[in-house]
Structure formats: structure tokens, C-alpha cells
């Protein structure tokens, strides 16, 4: 089992920053992190993923704005957003690809709302 908890959501204005962070619990070994959001009346969409040997791939919506970084060691994965917009309105949840099955597994989310 994992149990992710992510922190750091809120509401800010259009160009500001705010970063979020996820922590894991678990004693599985972590491959994949990534964040993924939803905003209302909309599919789940990846954000960022950060693979296991550490490539990080974004979604061409946030590249050049979004920063994805993991800490294995501490299983830690964190998204420092810049520049950020009103359609950067979602709920941002923290996702890890863990064990021998491997299986997914999803934190609850943090809303992030960006309105003047």
C-alpha cells in the first residue's frame, strides 16, 4: 500500500506562484511520481511525471512555467508553479506507480484556484 498527502493548494491571483508538495507512505519501492489535475467538467489530465531514472516529462500546457522535482530518498515529490494561470484551476492530485505489480495509487487532491 501507499498512501500519498499532498499540501500546498490555495487561491491566488493570475501570475503568481505557489508550490505543492505530496509525501508518501510506504515501505514499497517507488517507480514513477507524477501530478496529475482535474478541473470541473473535465477528464483528469497530467501535469508532470517524474520517472524512476529521473527524466521528467511535462504537459505542453505548463513546460516553461511548472517545475516537477522528487526526492527518492525521502519520497517526496513536489511542483513549484510559476506564471500561473486561471485555466491552472483544478484540483491537483499526487500519483505514484509503486511496487512489484506494479499498481497506482492517488493521493485525495489539493484544490488550486487562480482568480483576480
Known amino acids: 500500500q501507499v498512501q500519498l498527502v499532498e499540501s500546498g493548494g490555495g487561491l491566488v491571483r493570475p501570475g503568481a506562484s505557489l508550490g505543492l508538495s505530496c509525501v508518501a507512505s510506504?515501505?514499497?519501492?517507488?517507480?514513477?511520481m507524477g501530478w496529475y489535475r482535474q478541473a470541473p467538467g473535465k477528464q483528469r489530465e497530467v501535469v508532470a511525471v517524474?520517472?524512476?531514472?529521473?527524466?521528467?516529462n511535462y504537459a505542453a500546457s505548463v513546460r516553461g512555467r511548472f517545475t516537477a522535482s522528487r526526492d527518492k530518498d525521502k519520497k517526496t515529490l513536489s511542483l513549484h508553479m510559476n506564471s500561473l494561470k486561471s485555466e491552472d484551476t483544478a484540483v491537483y492530485f499526487c500519483?505514484?506507480?509503486?511496487?512489484?505489480?506494479?499498481?497506482?495509487?492517488w493521493g485525495q487532491g489539493t484544490q488550486v484556484t487562480v482568480s483576480s
Open positions: 510506504t515501505s514499497l519501492d517507488i517507480h514513477n
Open positions: 500519483n505514484a506507480m509503486a511496487g512489484n505489480a506494479p499498481l497506482i495509487y
Open positions: 517524474v520517472l524512476h531514472d529521473g527524466t521528467i
